[in-house]
């Protein structure tokens, strides 16, 4: 059975840091395009990030590029999304989902993709 599981999740600061993992299990982990998708409360979700199967290529929403940092570990069956500076907008349950594809790059849009997990929640401390 397919399965993804997301953590890391967790109470942080404004300018904090955070790293999610997203474990993979129940297919060819190397076949599939990740992504890493947030919903704020109230708000639609969104696409944050995104790596191709191999790993040879990346992107990123605007509001994280240069802050946040996604990868992969094939032997592992995990990606890993690093968030440093995090916002106030920042907050949101994070959601990773797989598509399977093999391209050179991937795309943000939560339409693409086929498999989710049940999110992990990123939140803003007062």
């Known amino acids: 059975q397919l399965q993804l599981v997301e953590s890391g999740g967790g109470l942080v600061q404004p300018g904090g840091s955070l790293r999610l993992s997203c474990v993979a299990s129940?297919?060819?982990?190397?076949?599939?395009?990740i992504g890493w998708f947030r919903q704020a409360p109230g708000k639609e979700r969104e696409g944050v990030s995104c790596?191709?199967?191999?790993?040879?290529?990346?992107n990123y929403t605007d509001s994280v590029k240069g802050r946040f940092t996604i990868s992969r570990d094939n032997a592992k069956n995990t990606v890993y999304l690093q968030m440093n500076g995090l916002k106030p907008e920042d907050i949101g349950v994070y959601h990773c989902?797989?598509?399977?594809?093999?391209?050179?790059?991937?795309?943000?849009?939560?339409?693409?993709?086929?498999?989710w997990g049940q999110g992990t929640q990123v939140t803003g401390s007062s």
């Open positions: 989902a797989a598509r399977l594809i093999l391209a050179r790059t991937c795309v943000l849009s939560k339409y693409e993709y086929d498999y």
């Open positions: 129940g297919f060819t982990f190397d076949y599939y395009a």
């Open positions: 790596i191709t199967a191999s790993g040879g290529s990346t």
